[in-house]
């Protein structure tokens, strides 16, 4: 069972963006910039391609409120989408708020944010998903 299957079935905290029946939106607790959220099937397919051809159709549509919601409560140019799935055996996207390419560089250090920020955070994307 992965980390992200944890978070998913409740054994582990997380910062909760957004939920359906196949997807589960958290921050990314170590994230490049501050919104960046996590977008995961709630099956648990360690390599994005091997998703079921209704996920990966499906993911796109659940992201485009959040990648909305990210670019209405944040200073950035975009939302962009990245898949690496180097880190977790879970499929995921990861949805964050650029300017420049190296707002995505997953070399940089990442930023060590306190749970009041990550809080703070979740809430601001939370309403503006209530608002949309």
Same mark, same amino acid.
Not at 47 to 70: C, M, S
């Given at each position: 069972?992965t980390i992200f299957s944890k978070?998913?079935?409740?054994? #582990?905290?997380?910062?909760?963006?957004?939920?359906?029946?196949?997807?589960?939106?958290?921050?990314?607790?170590?994230?490049? +910039?501050?919104?960046? +959220?996590?977008? #995961?099937?709630?099956?648990?397919?360690?390599?994005?391609?091997?998703?079921?051809?209704?996920?990966?159709?499906?993911?796109?549509?659940?992201?485009?409120?959040?990648?909305?919601?990210?670019?209405?409560?944040?200073?950035?140019?975009?939302?962009?989408?990245? #898949?690496?799935?180097?880190?977790?055996?879970?499929?995921?996207?990861?949805? +964050?708020?650029?300017?420049?390419?190296?707002? +995505?560089?997953?070399?940089?250090?990442?930023?060590?944010?306190?749970?009041?920020?990550?809080?703070?955070?979740?809430?601001?994307? #939370?309403?503006?998903?209530?608002?949309?």
């Open positions: 069972m978070i998913i079935a409740g054994e #582990v905290a997380a910062y909760k963006i957004r939920e359906n029946d196949n997807f589960f939106a958290f921050l990314d607790i170590f994230p490049m +910039v501050k919104g960046h +959220v996590l977008v #995961v099937p709630k099956i648990e397919t360690d390599k994005f391609f091997d998703l079921p051809d209704n996920y990966l159709a499906e993911i796109l549509l659940f992201a485009k409120p959040i990648a909305h919601a990210i670019e209405q409560s944040f200073n950035c140019n975009r939302c962009g989408i990245t #898949v690496m799935g180097l880190e977790i055996p879970h499929a995921h996207l990861h949805l +964050v708020p650029i300017n420049s390419a190296e707002d +995505v560089n997953f070399t940089n250090s990442k930023l060590k944010l306190s749970a009041d920020e990550l809080k703070e955070i979740q809430q601001k994307l #939370v309403k503006a998903l209530d608002e949309s």
